[in-house]
């Protein structure tokens, strides 16, 4: 029997193919590079694992300014895609988070829970519709890699989407990771504590 993503890690030996014991021995290893979100994030079965990256620097850039265009660029793919596949978006559960790439250079990862989704779309369909938006001509966005999540390597993808980085002088950068409030609904009723989104 599959276990729903709203089932505890607490209540099991593991999740997503992930030992209990496991996590939290890999996320106790390494706390100065894992976000201890990993540990809540872990319990979640996802459906998408995907990366974003954008053309220009007035997107990519370390600035207030080009943070709300990548905002705002994943809120319209997000909104189309649910659109063409007739999902609610309140009901979408993710979670994105801004990472920094060579030169600096700003690119974003983002997970899509199963919960909320209509039956009858698939991953695969998902990950198809999510890639066809953000590819459509614009002279901003960059690639995509969007892919059905791969449960075999569960623990993997997930710290990967966690992971703090550090400039040359070991100052962490900052994530700008954000839940949405489906999956902090999620989150809380896996953990029993109050998540803010």
């Known amino acids: 029997m599959a276990m729903s993503s709203c089932q505890c890690l607490e ?48 997107r990519s850039i370390n600035t207030a300014t080009a943070k709300t265009l990548r905002m705002n660029d994943f809120r319209w793919l997000m909104l189309n895609a649910c659109a063409i596949l007739r999902i609610k978006t309140k009901r979408l559960a993710f979670y994105r988070k801004t990472e920094w790439g060579g030169g600096d250079r700003a690119h974003y990862n983002f997970l899509i829970a199963k919960d909320g989704l209509p039956a009858d779309v698939t991953a695969k369909t998902l990950a198809d519709t999510l890639s066809r938006v953000w590819r459509q001509p614009s002279g901003h966005r960059g690639l995509c890699e969007i892919e059905p999540f791969d449960n075999e390597t569960h623990l993997q993808g997930v710290l990967y989407q966690c992971k703090y980085e550090f400039d040359a002088t070991s100052s962490q950068f900052e994530c700008d990771e954000y839940r949405s409030p489906a999956l902090s609904k999620i989150l809380q009723k896996n953990s029993g504590n109050v998540l803010s989104p």
């Open 11 to 58: 209540n099991a030996e593991s999740f997503g193919g992930v030992q209990k014991d496991s996590l939290v021995d890999m996320l106790l290893r390494y706390p100065s590079t894992n976000n201890p979100i990993a540990y809540h994030l872990a319990q979640v079965n996802w459906s998408i694992f995907g990366t974003l990256t954008w053309q220009v620097d007035s």
